[in-house]
């Protein structure tokens, strides 16, 4: 079986630099994981004025209001099939800050429907997101949002962007110092900068039988 992103980029997927394709070529039969381990450089947020922005992720872990330097993280990526019989990889990141552990949760699907992968941010999945994959000039993959959907009990409405950001992701590997990297920023249209990241990690690819509850999202939800 495929993978998403494989499904996703098709021929290009073959452009990614082989520890990329390694990275995010393993599919729920293969019966492994992705765990990253490393260091945020930096993590930042926007201007006063887009705390509310992040008070609100909190809730739901998608985003945060802390910043800091030198911040320990871990990305745990699980392939599993979904109660819905959905090809879906878990996207569990969390930074330590000390006395605070700050989680930013997603979980990716492909679309038949959309012809895409949809990426629900949170815990309980009420965000539906579109996204574009790319190949990176560094050989690295570039993973930018689109269009955004809420959905909550009978409600379903593409979700104001003024009240949201659009992210802009490329993570890559780094022959130098033989690690992968990761550079993420979210923006808003309006409110500019919302937060983001980047650091380097060290990835190992354990073998899995079953995935642990505590990356799974706590409800699913059926609409793409």
Known sequence: MSSIYQRALGADFHRLQPEIQ???GFSSQDGIASIGTGVMEK???GRPYTLPFLYVGTWRNIMFPVRGENIPFTVENYAYVDSL???TVTWVRKFNFGRTIRRFDATMI????RNRIVDYLGNHQHLAVDI???VAE???LRIRSGAQRFYEGFAGFSFPMF????ADVCEWYDDTTGKYKIEVDVRNGVWGCLFGYRGTFDVEYPAINGIPEDVKPLREEARE
């Open 110 to 113: 492909y679309s038949e429907k």
């Open 85 to 87: 019989g959905r090809e």
């Open 163 to 166: 009240f949201s950001g659009y």
């Open 132 to 134: 574009h994959l790319s």
């Open 43 to 45: 993590v930042w947020r």
């Open 22 to 24: 390694q990275r995010f």
């Open 138 to 140: 560094n050989g690295g």
